[in-house]
Nanobody
Framework: QLQLVESGGGLVQPGGSLRLSCAASGFTLDYYAIGWFRQAPGKEREGVSCISSSDDSLYYADSVKGRFTISRDNAKNTVYLQMNSLKPEDTAVYYC??????????????????WGQGTQVTVSS
């Protein structure tokens, strides 16, 4: 059974860093498009960063470019999101998601079919 489990969220001061992890089980990440998404209260879920299944190309939302880095460790079957220079507006529940079809460079939530339970990130002084 396909399962995604996020961890690494928490409370951090503005300017701080967190690394989120998404451990996959029941399948191999190699052949899936992978994404990190977030949803703040009262807002729609948005794509933060994604890895394409076809060519491993990376997508970053403009709001996180230069601050966040997505990576994948195939040996551990785990995806990471390194978040630096965090801002209060980064506060949200962060989800990882995968899809086993080629969605190109999409980082839109409706294109991803399997989701983790989410981990809360709060950036506040």
């Amino acid at each position: 059974q396909l399962q995604l489990v996020e961890s690494g969220g928490g409370l951090v001061q503005p300017g701080g860093s967190l690394r989120l992890s998404c451990a996959a089980s029941g399948f191999t990440l190699d052949y899936y498009a992978i994404g990190w998404f977030r949803q703040a209260p009262g807002k729609e879920r948005e794509g933060v960063s994604c890895i394409s299944s076809s060519d491993d190309s990376l997508y970053y939302a403009d709001s996180v470019k230069g601050r966040f880095t997505i990576s994948r460790d195939n040996a551990k079957n785990t995806v990471y999101l390194q978040m630096n220079s965090l801002k209060p507006e980064d506060t949200a529940v962060y989800y990882c998601a995968v899809v086993d079809t080629d969605v190109g460079n999409s980082c839109v939530s409706v294109d991803f079919g399997s989701w983790g339970q989410g981990t809360q990130v709060t950036v506040s002084s």
